[in-house]
């Protein structure tokens, strides 16, 4: 470990062991806690702390209070054609949402096109990581979830819907890291805005309102009111179609009914999975040209800055704290050392 005034830097394998230590101590199987222990220290991994292990004393409090379900009872409800709808019984968010994408991309091996819908699920975390894996396995990969109340829109000056955030992963050529576009409906998550307050960033205007519904660029009141959706209408316009292809498709809860806070143990949410198998559609030169197009895109006179894909900067990172460490803030890691997580 190193230590800098503000951060801890910690090996990933040895925050992975940590995390999957703290979750298996709480009550699950080994299998899945290392799974969720990956995923959830991925995300800082790729620097985005908003998603990562901060979130993990509150869904061990979940665990113990059953609020998540440590060993649930997932059941398939339906299977039809390149179709299967799962009940998560409100089990571990990271996993089930791991194992749906798996059974979507399952399926879009045999019909070319594979869709998981997995209703009474948690928190999955970051949505980048199953789009991802969509990506790792030769499918272009798409998921979408609802989620609690946290953002003002359509004229609202409190919280009426979900930030309902999407990702979309590509494969690229071979040896190369996917295209992954992660985002919330909303101009900044939540757990981002929590980050700028911990770290004492400045907020740029447009990112949320207070309690009484006036914009505001204070991170601590934003959390205490609602963030804003991203470019007015049209955000919340995706929010609310995610609401359709989740919690309506799948017979789930609203938003409104949906519970949680903090974003660490939300539950009853419900997770759309897809997956699109690139050779079904016969594109045998897809990473060549998805390759071709990201040069172009590089080598552009006109632009003022340098072009980064999406999920670039996160790739970036990986490798550099991979080689350094993941960099945990004091504040987060005084979270984890109170929980039994990472001792002195």
């Not at 398939?76 to 798996?102: C, H, K, Q, T, W």
């Not at 096109?113 to 798409?142: D, E, K, M, S």
């Not at 911990?198 to 914009?215: I, T």
Request: charged share 20%; hydrophobic share 45%.
């Amino acid at each position: 470990m190193t230590t800098t005034t503000d951060t801890l830097r910690i090996p990933y394998d040895q925050l992975c062991a940590a995390v999957q230590a703290a979750m298996e101590a709480h009550g699950l199987p080994a299998e899945v806690a290392r799974i969720e222990a990956q995923i959830m220290a991925e995300a800082d991994l790729h620097g985005t702390p908003s998603h990562g292990v901060r979130m993990l004393p509150a869904l061990l409090r979940g665990f113990d209070e059953g609020r998540a379900k440590t060993q649930p009872n997932v059941r398939v409800l339906r299977e039809f054609g390149a179709i299967s709808v799962l009940d998560a019984d409100n089990g571990p968010g990271r996993y089930i949402a791991a194992m749906a994408m798996e059974k979507a991309v399952e399926r879009a091996r045999q019909f070319g096109v594979g869709v998981c819908l997995a209703t009474r699920t948690t928190h999955w975390g970051r949505a980048h990581a199953y789009a991802l894996r969509a990506a790792q396995a030769g499918c272009i990969g798409f998921c979408t979830t609802n989620a609690i109340r946290t953002m003002a829109a359509w004229g609202a000056t409190s919280a009426v819907i979900g930030n309902n955030p999407i990702a979309i992963g590509v494969p690229r050529a071979a040896g190369e890291n996917p295209v992954v576009l992660d985002m919330a409906m909303s101009q900044a998550a939540v757990g981002k805005v929590a980050t700028f307050l911990r770290e004492g960033k400045p907020l740029p205007a447009g990112w949320g309102v207070d309690a009484q519904g006036q914009p505001t660029t204070d991170a601590k009141a934003i959390l205490g009111g609602a963030v804003s959706p991203m470019g007015g209408h049209k955000g919340a316009g995706l929010a609310l179609m995610m609401e359709f292809m989740t919690a309506a498709l799948g017979g789930g809860l609203f938003c409104t009914d949906v519970t949680g806070s903090g974003g660490a143990v939300e539950t009853d949410a419900s997770k759309l999975f897809i997956a699109l198998d690139i050779a079904a559609f016969g594109a045998e030169d897809f990473g060549a040209r998805v390759e071709r197009y990201l040069d172009y895109l590089r080598q552009d006179a006109s632009s003022r800055e340098a072009f980064l894909f999406p999920g670039e900067r996160g790739w970036e990172e990986a490798a550099r704290n991979l080689r350094n460490g993941v960099p945990l803030h004091a504040e987060i890691l005084a979270q984890l050392r109170q929980a039994g997580v990472l001792g002195d």
